[in-house]
């Protein structure tokens, strides 16, 4: 079996493929089949997801390229790019992962949203499609190689401010809890 805990660079030649729909995408650890048929074993930090277009480097030097598996999948469109801009408003205010396309948006199957766009306006239908939906302004996941956020602060910015140590650019955060004294 394969095993792979790190990232190659982004275009690199692969010699094999991992097509995952995102739900699976977004574990960041766990044994898969690689469309070849042999076995591939992955762990990275938590919060990593995989992306569309993503290269693995396994510790035998062996590439495997990423791919988004087709899904089903909800396509909203609209009359015009306000209205659509105000489906993705609605989309994003519920935390949905949205993939955003030429026109449309894309997510996964909900029928309670789904109603929602429809009484806004917009014309919403089932479709089959790679889903690869946006990963958020502070990146996607916790590498720099492969289209991740380049964001680092420098050491100088470090050292003269506490505040700038923190890197948006490796997924979600939650500060440590602090516990304060009062006197």
Do not use: W
Request: proline share 6%; aromatic share 6%.
């Amino acid at each position: 079996m394969l095993f792979a805990e790190s990232f190659a660079a982004a275009g690199a030649p692969a010699s094999d493929r991992l097509v995952l729909p995102y739900d699976a995408r977004r574990k960041s650890r766990q044994r898969v089949m690689l469309a070849s048929g042999e076995e591939l074993g992955y762990v990275f930090p938590a919060g990593t997801v995989l992306r569309h277009g993503d290269r693995l480097l396994t510790g035998s030097g062996r590439v495997v390229a990423v791919e988004a598996a087709p899904e089903e999948l909800l396509e909203v469109r609209a009359a015009d790019s306000l209205q659509l801009t105000r489906a993705a408003y609605h989309l994003g205010n519920r935390h949905v992962p949205v993939q955003l396309a030429e026109g449309c948006l894309r997510f996964q199957p909900d029928h309670v949203l789904a109603e929602m766009l429809i009484g806004l306006g917009c014309l919403v239908e089932a479709v089959q499609a790679a889903f690869d939906p946006e990963g958020g302004a502070y990146g996607s996941h916790a590498h720099a190689a492969g289209g991740g956020h380049a964001y680092r602060p420098s050491r100088e910015a470090t050292a003269a401010s506490p505040r700038a140590a923190h890197d948006p650019g490796h997924g979600a955060h939650r500060s440590p809890a602090k516990i304060h004294e009062f006197k």
